[in-house]
């Protein structure tokens, strides 16, 4: 598979673009003012510890205090229970055994602030290297799942049991696979430093302070995202560039032949990524074939309808729905990593009747899910047809980055009618109307309700003058939301 990365500098954006086949797939934005905190690790004062919740709030330094699970506070949780409750020596922890308020905490963010909640965050710290994630809190060695080979997974685990400091814990990344003991031990080297160094900062100053900030987006992408099986990067500054030439040459030499400096400064137009952007926040997702996919996300679920659309086949229904079902599997999976969409996911496929046709839609969309580097699992079909499945919420997604919610309807999609409107308008002249000696009320509304109250002949407007015994007179506001009016007693 060709995959190739390209980087988008502006003065006060960067934006990343993963392509495979020529395809968009992820998208990466970072912004001067919405800097990215995830990763970031904070001195901490413990607020409002709340045991029915088994949580606590956290000040950070932050407009709004993190907020800290229980399971998030513990190291070495075992989750042992049937309810999914964190377990240790065989007893339920409580918050209060574990934190109290005034108590100052290192903490790691886990999950973006999003709207009125603030980060969740943990005390069970992660720092990424190249080769190995160190987990300086607790005593593990684990393997990446997408290493398959057993014989390679066995090498790995040993070099890293070997390495790893005395009650540290340390994960083997995908890119370690075939990888030298020097390239892990060095990577390990490199995180230890940074550990000492957090630990050092942490007791010198006063919480809530930061002390460590994650790596800038280009630098991330340079460590988590461009890998072997990528054959080309480009990127259109060149500051950016000598950059990453830079850091390659103390981390992966042999990469550095793969990045490129584009002869345009706008790479993201050259490869058209912004029309895919704006087709990336739309409701509709049309598929080659005709039919189409309507994805709707709510703050609990994402639900993904598929329809056939314009698509019609040209042997029978059967068939119909199943070429259809097997292109949206495959578009769906890409869809979730270009919005980045985590959490529930229940995906309602065309009804199928015959089990093997359910099996290889199934199929297909596993296996297209397995490039994805988010974490998936699909959970398989419940009674009534729908696929029901999970992924990780590792950042925000594409819309909660690019878009807000709407300050006129709130996220709901739809707004009050020019008839409601107007009842609305009516009610307020009457009461406005009983309480002034004023002759003349004057009434400034949207050009659409102003519509309703003036037209055939202002009938309307005559029998409401009538029954109020006032002279209303009417003006046309542009500039003015659908549902906003405002009745005045005073004509200027």
């Not at 070495?76 to 005034?102: A, F, M, S, T």
């Not at 005395?166 to 990577?187: K, Y």
């Not at 679920?301 to 229904?317: C, E, P, Q, R």
């Not at 819309?399 to 009050?416: A, D, F, H, I, R």
């Amino acid at each position: 598979m060709y995959r190739e990365i390209l980087v988008q500098v502006a003065e006060e954006e960067t934006k990343v673009a993963v392509l495979e086949e020529g395809q968009l797939v992820e998208i990466y934005v970072e912004r001067a003012l919405n800097q990215r905190l995830v990763g970031n690790i904070y001195k901490g004062v413990v607020h409002n510890v709340l045991p029915g919740m088994q949580a606590t709030f956290v000040d950070i330094g932050l407009e709004k205090n993190a907020f800290l699970y229980v399971e998030d506070a513990l190291a070495n949780v075992l989750w042992q229970d049937e309810e999914h409750v964190p377990v240790r020596d065989g007893v339920r922890p409580n918050i209060r055994d574990i934190v109290k308020e005034g108590q100052e905490i290192v903490v790691q963010i886990a999950k973006e602030p999003v709207g009125t909640k603030g980060a969740r965050v943990t005390t069970q710290i992660t720092l990424p290297g190249r080769y190995l994630v160190l987990m300086p809190t607790v005593d593990y060695t684990g393997i990446s799942r997408r290493i398959e080979e057993d014989e390679e997974r066995e090498r790995l685990k040993a070099i890293a049991e070997e390495i790893k400091p005395p009650n540290m814990g340390v994960i083997v990344r995908t890119v370690a696979e075939g990888s030298l003991r020097e390239d892990l031990e060095q990577d390990i080297k490199s995180l230890l430093k940074i550990w000492q160094r957090i630990k050092n900062k942490a007791q010198t100053v006063s919480a809530p302070a930061l002390l460590h900030k994650d790596l800038e987006l280009v630098q991330r992408i340079l460590r988590d995202v461009f890998t072997d099986d990528v054959q080309r990067l480009s990127v259109n500054s060149r500051p950016v560039f000598e950059k990453i030439i830079d850091f390659l040459e103390a981390t992966e030499t042999h990469l550095k032949g793969k990045v490129f400096l584009s002869d345009t400064n706008n790479l993201f137009e050259k490869y058209a990524i912004d029309h895919e952007l704006a087709q990336a926040l739309k409701r509709k997702v049309w598929l080659k074939s005709g039919g189409y996919l309507v994805i709707d996300q709510t703050e609990a679920l994402t639900a993904i309808d598929v329809n056939t659309g314009k698509f019609v086949g040209s042997t029978d229904l059967a068939d119909t729905v199943l070429k259809t079902n097997l292109e949206a599997a495959l578009e769906i999976a890409r869809q979730l990593r270009l919005r980045n969409i985590g959490g529930i996911i229940i995906i309602d496929f065309i009804d199928m009747t015959d089990p093997h046709h359910k099996e290889r839609v199934l199929k297909v969309l596993e296996e297209e899910l397995k490039k994805d580097k988010v974490k998936a699992h699909i959970l398989g079909i419940t009674p009534l047809g729908l696929v029901e499945m999970t992924r990780k919420k590792v950042r925000q997604s594409l819309s909660s980055t690019l878009e807000k919610c709407c300050p006129y309807c709130e996220g709901k999609g739809t707004v009050l009618s020019e008839e409601t409107v107007l009842l609305s308008l009516k009610n307020e002249l009457k009461e406005v109307a009983a309480r002034t000696t004023s002759d003349t009320l004057l009434v400034e509304t949207h050009p659409h309700v102003t519509a309703l109250l003036t037209g055939a002949g202002a009938r309307e407007l005559r029998n409401l003058e009538q029954r109020l015994g006032k002279r209303i007179i009417v003006k046309n506001k542009e500039q003015f939301h659908l549902g906003h009016y405002e009745v005045k007693t005073q004509y200027p």
